[in-house]
């Protein structure tokens, strides 16, 4: 009886090792609401580093954030004024909202729809081989944004 307790109790250690791996491995890509994000953080923290050399309260007139996002645009995606305040991640699902997932805008009471990734300047130009990494993402949301790839 002893016996099957020990190899049980050994069977559990290795299934409890096995759920905190996967669960650290899978943890990479969640936002700041324990989402998970669209891509791989590399995206984000490229896009970042090209637009604005990854400066999370960047700032200008017609520019907020730290992926260089049109004030206007920023508004109407993320239902705030500017990305001030924000972290990386809640900065980052702004990007997927305007990419990948579409956003409800409560204000006018519709759904706007996803315009895509190929619309920064930085992605097109494949600063830092960001076109690489949508082409080589497996996630759903990123599949019909694949027509540029080659």
């Not at 791996?21 to 943890?27: E, I, V």
């Not at 324990?34 to 090209?50: Q, T």
């Not at 006018?108 to 082409?135: A, E, I």
């Amino acid at each position: 009886m002893g016996a099957i307790y020990r190899s049980d109790r050994g069977l559990f250690k290795r299934f409890v090792c096995i759920a905190l791996l996967t669960t650290t491995l899978t943890a990479t890509r969640a936002n700041a609401y324990g989402e998970e994000l669209v891509m791989d953080w590399r995206f984000y923290r490229r896009l970042a580093k090209c637009e604005t050399g990854g400066d999370v309260n960047h700032s200008t007139r017609n520019y907020t954030g730290m992926f260089g996002i049109a004030r206007g645009t920023w508004q109407r995606w993320s239902n705030t004024s500017s990305a001030k305040g924000l972290t990386a991640l809640q900065q980052a699902r702004v990007v997927d909202n305007i990419a990948f997932e579409g956003h409800w805008d409560p204000g006018r009471k519709r759904f706007k729809h996803p315009v895509g990734p190929w619309g920064w300047g930085v992605v097109k130009s494949n600063c830092m081989g960001l076109q690489r990494l949508l082409c080589e993402s497996r996630h759903r949301l990123v599949q019909r944004w694949k027509r540029n790839c080659k």
